[in-house]
């Protein structure tokens, strides 16, 4: 076992609750209005009668997660015991919503943030409705593969050292990529700071219940982080847990009421009981489970290595600075010494192959390894890709190629996002400050925020991702051929 | 106590016989199950689906090989995929011509439990020229440096195990190890019942694509759902019909129980449904 659990991690009290109000036979005068799916046929024959007769309301014998008493209560007091956390939040509004909730529990208006520049949407979002002015940190690049990292312990303590003021730090634990920073390092600099720590683990899940895999936030000693159980956990799509540590013992009612700020007062008890269920699986069989994802990656990532022309980088990129540790269940690939952009690859798999990967960006492409995961599907992509260099493999292409770019920042999103603002066209907006975001999607890593300048760098990059057939997502426009700007 | 076999061929349409059950086993893979029947002798039965009977695996397995072997008539290496049963492999080593057969079956217990149960229909598993390996198909297609002239996909349905074979990757990946001169046949599905035609008319696609040659071929086996089958003939060279070998094929006096040279061409003609599912049917002008 990878941690002593206090409690008996084979309970699940919400679960429990659920099966036990099926048995009741309940009358329902309450909504949801299907009414154990009686009156909606068509969409009960889809989902099914066992969904529908669980999608029910919040009640006494179910609890209510805006204000947990019984069964969310204590199976969320599981949750962070099998998570190694001093608490834990259910969130059925996404891990968007877990990344919003730690900014704005953290940061007040006004007040500053540090944040490596390379976060999710939401991360830039939070501070559009936090008001809370981010200090952007270079993540540092690897030349070869183009990708941004996870930030130097240098430069976060020149941050740190510059606004000593700052009342956060936000890290990505992994990024997209799977690269991890030096999060004990960043916890010990912050705390000294007197600085939060907020970790986003989106995609880290399962380094909670990895043995030799990367540290994660609560065992780092972070304050809160946000963790997407339904990416690599198992859970239903949309659920996700926000685990709080120690450091924040003294604002856990504050952190619930600024959760219930934006958290839908008619939780979807599918997705907690999704979460109920999941921990329990983790918790007890996780370590095997992740074991044998981790040998499928390790598999994977020699055979794409041995086809030639694609390079599936692992743990030998490792710098113990920006790129300190390394995901390995995530399957990076760099594409472009066979001369395909990533996103190019990312499209002839799904299209002629039939297998959709998580996301294709210019030089690169990343396969998820999880919980679901079976031998005959990755031998599938084994050999759709030595198929696809048979078909295509030509010489390198020779642009290198920068997925991140340091941006110029003008004003705080928050400022930008509110100011007025006209629309033009994509190629008149050099040097005007742009106030809405773009990004390719998946990742969803802004390629620009709102308050920061657009660049000539900026405009190539969009124009170059939208000629491989990148999907521009974000602007106003939904052809991203004008944007907006201050006025 | 009577017990029947059924196997559900739609939703709503189902084949069965009065069976006695031999054996019954539970591999990594799948259930494998053998039973006796009056009318079809011994039935090998794969995760509920009928895989072959004593009395028509002939037409099956003569189907899969002579049509190919009979076009190209110097084949000396041969690779199947699947066919853990070893039917195929008995059709192949009639003839002295080749020099290897290597087998790829990911699943090691079909060839035990055929050899036990089905030795008349197992081929000489033995044979210095036989090599077998257990591994996924996919893979080894992928990996091996070996080249062959001939590779038969003796392959179970689109799903479970066999999935993996109804693939572009692995037709691709295929193409690759065939040498210049190289052909491919395999079974294709029954183009009747609508589920079974989606899949006839995506593999055409994916095949078609890869292959310069690629032509379907039918027979009729009747354990199998409809009854009506179809193979494919994929190939970088030779195509089935203006490259037969008639003269060579009959020297060799191979007596076969439904293959003949006429039958040969005539398996090629395909009856109108089948070439509009594969979009090859010509249009006729109504009178």
Known sequence: ?487 | MTMWFTENHTKDVYFAFKVKQLYSTESDFQQIDIYQTKDFGRVLVMDERIMLTEKDEKIYHEMIVHVAMAVHMDAEDVLIIGGGDGGALRELQRYPGIKSIDMVEIDSVVPEVAQRFLPEIAGDFLDSRFTLVIADGLKYVRTTKKKYDLIIVDSTDPFGPGESLFTREFYGNCFEILRADGLLVNQHESPYYRSDAREVKSTFEKTSKIFPIDKLFQAHIPTYPSGHWLFGFLSKEYDPLDNLQAERWSKLGLDTYYYNLALHCGSFALPNYVLELIGKKQNIKRR
């Open chain 1, 1 to 487: 076992m990878i941690r002593e659990y206090k409690l008996n991690q084979e309970e699940t009290p919400l679960y429990d609750a659920l099966l036990e109000y099926r048995k009741q036979r309940m009358v329902s005068f309450d909504v949801p209005g299907h009414k154990q799916g009686r009156g909606n046929p068509e969409l009960t024959e889809f989902l099914g009668k066992y969904a529908m007769s669980v999608d029910v309301n919040s009640m006494k014998m179910l609890d209510n997660l805006i204000h947990p008493v019984g069964v969310i209560k204590e199976a969320q007091e599981l949750a962070a015991d099998a998570f190694g956390a001093y608490s834990a939040f259910f969130m059925t509004n996404g891990t968007t919503s877990a990344v919003q909730a730690m900014v704005l529990a953290t940061v007040n208006p006004g007040e500053k943030i540090i944040m490596p520049r390379n976060v999710h949407r939401s991360a830039i979002n939070a501070l559009i409705l936090s008001r809370a002015i981010p200090v952007y940190v270079d993540p540092g690049v690897n030349e070869r593969l183009g990708i941004p990292l996870g930030m130097s312990i240098e430069n976060i303590e020149k941050a740190i050292r510059e606004n000593p003021e700052a009342k956060a730090i936000l890290v990505n634990n992994p990024t997209y990529y799977g690269i991890c920073p030096n999060l004990k390092a960043i916890v010990e600099l912050a705390h000294q700071a007197g600085m939060k720590v907020l970790v986003d683990e989106a995609h880290g899940t399962h380094f909670y219940f990895e043995r030799k895999g990367p540290i994660s936030a609560m065992a780092a000693g972070a304050d809160l982080a946000a963790i997407s159980t339904h990416k690599t956990g198992g859970s239903l799509t949309q659920s996700s847990i926000l685990l709080s540590g120690p450091g924040m013992a003294e604002e856990q009612g504050y952190l619930r009421q600024i959760i219930n700020l934006t958290l839908t007062t008619s939780s979807s008890y599918l997705l907690l009981s999704s979460l109920d269920i999941t921990r329990k699986y983790l918790a007890l069989q996780g370590e095997n489970i992740y074991q044998r994802v981790l040998e499928y990656a390790n598999y994977a990532r020699k055979e794409i290595n041995n086809i030639g022309g694609f390079y599936a980088f692992g743990k030998a990129e490792i710098d113990h600075d920006a790129f300190f540790d390394f995901d390995q269940t995530k399957l990076s690939i760099h594409t472009r010494d066979i001369g395909l952009a990533g996103i190019e690859v990312y499209d002839i798999l799904r299209d002629e192959y039939q297998i959709q990967i998580e996301f294709g960006d210019l030089g690169n492409v990343l396969a998820i390894l999880s919980i679901g995961d079976r031998p005959v599907a990755i031998e599938r992509l084994l050999g759709a890709l030595s198929d696809i260099k048979r078909r295509y493999g030509k010489k390198a292409d020779q642009i290198a190629v920068n997925e991140y770019n340091q941006p110029k920042v003008v004003m705080s999103p928050a400022e930008a996002f509110y100011a007025k603002s006209k629309q033009i066209p994509l190629d008149q907006t050099i040097g005007k400050v742009c106030t809405e975001f773009v990004m390719c999607y998946p990742p969803g890593i802004p390629i620009l925020a709102p308050g920061e300048e657009i660049t000539a760098e900026v405009l190539e990059y969009i124009d170059y991702a939208k000629e491989k057939g990148s999907s521009m997502t974000g602007a106003e426009d939904l052809a991203t051929e004008k944007l907006n700007v201050i006025d």
